[in-house]
């Protein structure tokens, strides 16, 4: 049973900092992809950044340059660092864990998602 565990969301002014962290726990297979997810009040879920265990990072365009994505694998954790936040990147933001490598991914068979966590950015 794997398990992902959110922290570090919360309310911010535009322009200020958030962390997040993801703690996963259970049978992690070496090679995965951690990354971030996020969905605002009427909208899609949509990627937010991603890092592999090899360490390939990517980004939406809308947090290039502002996120930045990184992990410490043998902790088996991820965080998202959120600078310059602005009032657009208020959403629930949900850890992801792609448990094995690519060729073998099933999306809802063996992938993983976190309860959410609320970011709230104030204008």
């Known amino acids: 049973q794997v398990q992902l565990v959110e922290s570090g969301g919360g309310l911010v002014q535009a322009g200020g900092s958030l962390r997040l962290s993801c703690a996963a726990s259970g049978t992690i297979f070496s090679i995965n992809k951690m990354g971030w997810y996020r969905q605002a009040p009427g909208e899609q879920r949509e990627l937010v950044a991603g890092i592999t265990s090899g360490g390939s990072t990517n980004y939406a365009d809308s947090v290039k340059g502002r996120f930045t994505i990184s992990r410490d694998s043998a902790k088996n954790t991820v965080f998202l660092q959120m600078n310059s936040l602005k009032p657009e990147d208020t959403a629930v933001y949900y850890c992801?864990?792609?448990?094995?490598?690519?060729?073998?991914?099933?999306?809802?068979?063996?992938?993983?998602w976190g309860q959410g966590t609320q970011v709230t950015v104030s204008s």
């Open positions: 992801h864990l792609r448990n094995g490598p690519i060729r073998e991914y099933v999306p809802g068979a063996n992938d993983y």
